[in-house]
């Protein structure tokens, strides 16, 4: 945790640029986690305009203090950070929504409280956007111990149709900046409520453009470690509804939910294989330490 609200703001030295960006991190149970997402956006080399920290029903021991002293932090930085406090616990899609509706900048960017940014996240993705006026962009997250620093990857863009995302879903939440003037929101029912929004975008006409960095970091492998990740069938599910309801809405033809379904189980099927070799490959390692 930071130490005394004063020593910060002796360390902070001269202000520095800050972006028309707001912050949204919705927290739950995530006191081990939120000081390193929040010391990620406070490392930015631009600097966002506000952070709103989303407490989804429980935050989870020490927080409030976290945040008393994380507040002082920013405020030293001319950054303001907003705490919410939802009665109870909703869900993500539903923290974030929340979160999306008090912003007050021209951008929202979304930065899950286990997740964290490079330092330059915001500075390399808010000034392509801001180029090529982009409602929609995300880049790569990569496992922060697989990162290979270093060159970042070179600025390219690749335009997501939404027929390559129902094939597939590239986009990591925490990778995600959106023009806050976007009249979508997350599903605030079951799982995969991101994969909806990014579909939704994607088939109303706001197509999402990838921006080839690696600019965030997670600390868990997909699947089979803690959180919503290691929850496989549920995430299953999620994704099964968010596909019928797309098709329902006649965004794209429903006819072809038996194949998308189908696509998507072989999917699925392919994770319990990659989590079960994992599985082995850890058990016998634990034979084989001295």
Same mark, same amino acid.
């Given at each position: ?71 002082? !932090? $920013? +405020? #030293?930085?001319?950054?303001? &950070?907003?705490?919410?406090? @939802?009665?109870?616990? %909703? ?110 975008? !994607? $088939? +109303? #006409?706001?197509?999402?453009? &990838?921006?080839?960095?690696? @600019?965030?970091?997670? %600390? ?71």
């Amino acid at each position: 945790m930071l130490g005394r609200c004063n020593e910060l703001i002796g360390s902070v030295g001269l202000l520095r640029e800050r972006s028309d960006v707001s912050v949204i991190i919705p927290c739950y149970k995530c006191s081990s986690t939120l000081d390193r997402a929040l010391e990620s956006v406070y490392s930015q080399t631009l600097l966002p305009a506000e952070v709103i920290v989303v407490i989804d029903g429980f935050g989870g021991d020490g927080v409030d203090q976290m945040l008393e002293e994380w507040a002082c !932090a $920013f +405020s #030293g930085k001319g950054v303001e &950070l907003k705490v919410l406090r @939802l009665e109870r616990n %909703f869900g993500p899609g539903a923290a974030r929504n929340r979160g999306w509706d008090c912003a007050g900048r021209a951008y929202v960017a979304f930065l899950d409280a286990d997740d964290a940014w490079h330092p330059e996240k915001l500075a390399r993705q808010i000034s392509v956007m801001a180029a090529r006026d982009l409602s929609f962009s995300a880049h790569y997250r990569v496992l922060a111990h697989r990162f290979r620093g270093g060159d970042l990857g070179g600025g390219l863009l690749q335009k997501l149709s939404p027929w390559k995302l129902l094939v597939s879903n590239l986009i990591a939440t925490s990778t995600v900046i959106l023009k806050r003037e976007i009249p979508y929101r997350f599903k605030e029912d079951g799982l995969a409520e991101d994969y909806y929004l990014w579909l939704k975008l !994607a $088939f +109303s #006409g706001i197509r999402p453009y &990838l921006l080839q960095e690696e @600019l965030a970091f997670t %600390f868990k492998d997909n699947w089979g470690e803690g959180g919503m990740s290691a929850r496989l069938w549920r995430m299953e599910v999620g994704e099964l509804a968010t596909l019928w309801q797309l098709g329902s809405e006649r965004l794209y033809p429903k006819v072809l939910f038996p194949l998308l379904a189908l696509w998507s189980l072989i999917k699925f099927v392919r994770r319990l294989g990659i989590l079960g070799v994992k599985r082995v490959v850890k058990v016998l390692k634990g034979k084989h330490t001295p």
